[in-house]
């Protein structure tokens, strides 16, 4: 239903998602200072990791060169983390004028959905390939182990935009019901982000914790295309972890559904 | 001795140009084109203690930087400006703790405390001795009736109860020079007369001389007795509201209300500009026929539910003397 | 002096009380801040967990770098975040309102911002630093502590300063802000682990560019009592971080360029 609802909606909500590309497209300077940032903090990650690699003879869950890539493509696709609510809808919200909102001729989720989508899509669009160019050029970033590992990538990394997106959506929606919006909206992106392996690439962790992490929907993130890319994740277990990141994604995207329908009837009922 | 002597100010800004597009927007990391703009353009007049001068003009004329000059924020490319004796940029920390600036759209209090917290700060940074503080805060409450706005936090008064505090704020040291721009912009209208009255009072029993900038021909006609009107960078007239008027144009505006929706009045002495349903607006010479006669004469002559007299918005006189200045 | 120092504290307190007024918002974002800085110091449990050390360094020695790096950084976010704030201020036009104030712009705008939120990376900074204390090896005599809260001192300062530079820059631009962020978010990052790990250029850079092996690197290893593979000499590590608190002073001087030409433009 609601998959079908997405698609069935797919030209109207691409007018909104493209005039908010086109939008976010202005801040190129914006896109050139974030990609020196982001070259920086991987470098400093890289020289740590090559270090510790360096201390030890014991084999690891991931070579260095496999961890080398992930540490890359993290900083690459940073912005795939859910950072942030949408700081317009925050304000909808705040101000009561959400209420107007339920005016237009659309379907309410799937509207904040494509916005939030749309913002995000120009940024990382315009991120990925200086940072990927960078430092597959110049800061060992290998190519995907195969062909079919790279199209394993792009298939999962459009799943985690989903998720995410899907993610930040819930997070937007919370706002309704607390002030507290901002910090709701920190302890989720802090958490999502140890969780998803954007701190360190989740297999280096203690073998008990990695069982709790396998069974959250942060790992969809980043974690499962990274390591398709090197190859950690063999292409034969790719059916399946697209299959569960798709399938984490429809679950928050029906449990967005169902908060926002329940905090539009309570602000009808409240009058605003 | 004069409290404010400008002579010859000039400033010319850079403006960064921009080519359109994307490729402009690249050019523009490397090699930026400068268009220059003069915003003041050998500025000249003096304003003696306990004036109350209007500066005015349209956006853009320079009523702001020479404001920002006179407070000692910008410095001008040439000539001279002396407050109080002193060079305001040259010497800004005197020169700042006597004298007072409201700004009308933006707020120098802290937002979320209550009024009278953003009071004891600014005693605090003007280092303002207790006794006269007290005695300050008082006289403020008293003349712009604050009472029970003292414990409120700023972001929960009204804009008009805002910019009463904000004047309260501006005095709390004593200035002997007041800047106040746009007071009254966006305020009811009953707020709009609070500020006006306060201000008249301000200056009148305490002496402290007051520059008014303002978009509100109302203000102008209100307070100042003088005013200076600017049009790029240029003082185009320095005198009082009459001289302003006269220099314009002598004919006035006459807008009566009909009761009925009559086809048309016929005067000999006034000729009918505008109309709008029952509402017609009437032009006069005031040499000709004087105000109180031509109502005399329309009341007489027809229904009439009310008439007003109406001036001619800022920026139409400014634009005639602006071509009349045959720039 | 005094009287200055009396009036940062009011202005300390009015911005803690600003933020009282939004309690609920205030303790998530405290709690966030902590939970935040809290699992970083976990991942590097975990990576000392599987790797046992750092070329040589282990968990408690680093940690007693990450100490430092945090809490001088927790103090500077403290006393500067003001100018960390300051880029949408002038954009704003909210400095106008500073110069109009009979006071010192430094002043004004070092205690415009003081977030009480930030107590949490000083909180967790402080937790890492005395469990580092504990679980080193060393003898804490009167010298060290000194040296220790010297260091600290001139850690602060020295990430101050590049909050000055940064609302410097912000006189000319407005939109460099993320680059800076590098220097000063970045900084913290790098010191939180011995220079000796890093190449040899970024070393050079946060040396002599950015002397943040004078507030950190140096004076660990004199607490630590551990030879510099570098070879340095004891003295010298006492004494360097110096270097931050006349970093501070360079920003400052360069700060009232950047007043004398936002005088000169408007803008």
Request: proline share 5%.
């Amino acid at each position: 239903m609601t998959a079908q609802t997405l698609l069935r909606g797919w030209r109207g909500y691409r007018a909104v998602m493209s005039a908010r590309l086109r939008e976010m497209l202005q801040y190129r300077t914006a896109a050139v200072a974030g990609m020196v940032t982001q070259v920086f903090w991987g470098l400093i990650h890289l020289m740590i990791y090559q270090a510790f690699y360096r201390s030890t003879a014991t084999p690891q869950p991931m070579s260095l060169a496999e961890t080398v890539d992930y540490i890359w493509l993290v900083q690459a696709l940073l912005l795939l983390m859910p950072w942030r609510t949408d700081a317009e809808i925050q304000d909808m919200i705040r101000t009561g004028n959400v209420a107007f909102e339920l005016a237009k001729p659309a379907d309410l989720y799937t509207l904040w959905f494509a916005r939030i989508l749309g913002g995000r899509a120009a940024p990382m669009l315009l991120r990925f390939p200086l940072i990927y160019g960078m430092a597959a050029l110049f800061f060992g970033l290998r190519l995907p182990a195969s062909p079919a590992a790279a199209g394993a990538f792009v298939l999962s990394v459009l799943a985690a935009f989903l998720l995410s997106s899907a993610i930040t959506t819930l997070m937007t929606i919370s706002l309704m019901w607390t002030l507290a919006g901002d910090g709701v909206a920190r302890l989720t992106a802090t958490f999502a982000s140890v969780l998803s392996g954007s701190i360190i690439p989740l297999p280096l962790f203690p073998g008990n914790l990695q069982r709790v992490l396998n069974l959250l929907p942060f790992r969809g993130l980043m974690d499962v295309p990274f390591r398709l890319y090197s190859g950690n994740i063999p292409l034969s277990a790719f059916p399946r972890e697209l299959a569960l990141q798709l399938a984490w994604a429809l679950t928050l995207i029906v449990l967005g559904r169902v908060l926002l329908a329940r905090g539009m009837r309570r602000l009808v009922v409240q009058g605003g | 001795m004069p409290q404010i002597v400008v002579q010859d100010l000039c400033k010319t800004f850079r403006v960064a140009e921009r080519d359109p597009g994307a490729w402009g927007a690249i050019k523009g990391l490397f090699h930026r084109r400068y268009r220059h703009t003069s915003a003041l353009d050998h500025i000249s007049f003096s304003i003696e203690p306990g004036e109350l001068v209007g500066y005015i003009g349209p956006n853009g004329a320079g009523k702001s930087t020479t404001v920002k000059v006179l407070a000692g924020i910008l410095v001008p490319d040439s000539g001279v400006c002396q407050v109080m004796g002193r060079t305001p940029w040259k010497q800004r920390i005197p020169h700042v703790s006597q004298i007072g600036v409201v700004f009308g759209q933006r707020t120098q209090l802290w937002w979320d405390l209550p009024v009278i917290e953003s009071f004891e700060l600014l005693r605090a940074i003007y280092r303002v001795p207790a006794p006269v503080y007290r005695h300050n805060v008082e006289e403020m409450v008293a003349l712009l009736g604050l009472g029970e706005l003292l414990d409120t936090p700023v972001r929960q008064l009204s804009l008009g109860q805002r910019m009463r505090c904000d004047l309260a704020a501006a005095l709390l040291h004593r200035p002997a020079l007041l800047y106040l721009d746009e007071p009254t912009i966006g305020l009811d209208a009953v707020s709009k007369l609070a500020v006006r009255q306060f201000v008249k009072r301000l200056n009148k029993e305490r002496g402290v001389t007051v520059m008014l900038t303002t978009h509100d021909m109302d203000d102008v006609e209100a307070l100042c007795r003088r005013i200076l009107l600017i049009n790029r960078g240029k003082i185009l007239l320095d005198g009082t509201v009459a001289d302003l008027r006269a220099q314009v144009s002598r004919l006035r505006r006459l807008v009566v209300v009909l009761r009925e929706e009559k086809d048309w009045i016929e005067t000999d002495e006034a000729r009918v500009i505008g109309r709008q349903g029952p509402q017609v607006t009437l032009e006069f010479d005031p040499e000709r026929i004087s105000a109180p006669d031509l109502i005399h004469h329309l009341t007489s002559a027809y229904g009439v539910r009310d008439l007003y007299v109406e001036n001619l918005p800022i920026e139409e006189i400014v634009a005639e003397v602006y071509q009349g200045a045959g720039m | 002096m005094f009287d200055g120092l009396s009036l940062y504290g009011r202005y300390v307190a009015a911005s803690i009380r600003s933020q009282m007024q939004y309690r609920a918002s205030f303790i998530m974002l405290t709690l966030g801040h902590l939970v935040a800085t809290g699992t970083e110091f976990l991942a590097l449990w975990a990576l000392f967990e599987r790797f046992g050390h750092i070329a040589g360094w282990t968990l408690p020695e680093v940690a007693l770098f990450y100490g430092l790096a945090s809490v001088s950084f927790a103090i500077s976010e403290g006393v500067a975040r003001g100018f960390d704030m300051f880029a949408p201020m002038v954009k704003r036009g909210d400095f106008d309102r500073i110069l109009l104030r009979p006071r010192s712009t430094i002043l004004q705008i070092g205690a415009s911002e003081v977030q009480l939120m930030r107590i949490g990376r000083f909180g967790q900074g402080l937790i890492v630093l005395l469990w580092s204390a504990s679980a080193l090896n060393v003898t804490w005599t009167l010298a060290r502590i000194l040296l220790l809260l010297w260091t600290l001192c001139c850690g602060a300062a020295l990430f101050s300063g590049l909050f000055v530079l940064q609302a410097t820059s912000a006189f000319w631009t407005t939109e460099s802000l993320e680059v800076w962020n590098t220097l000063t978010y970045g900084g913290v990052e790098t010191a939180k682990f011995p220079l000796s790990l890093y190449e040899d250029w970024f070393r050079k850079f946060f040396t002599y560019i950015i002397p943040l092996a004078a507030v950190t690197y140096f004076p660990a290893l004199a607490i630590l009592d551990k030879t510099d593979p570098l070879g340095t000499s004891r003295l010298f590590q006492s004494a360097i971080p110096l270097g931050g608190m006349v970093f501070l002073g360079v920003a400052l001087l360069l700060w009232q360029v950047g007043v004398r030409h936002y005088h000169s433009t408007g803008s």
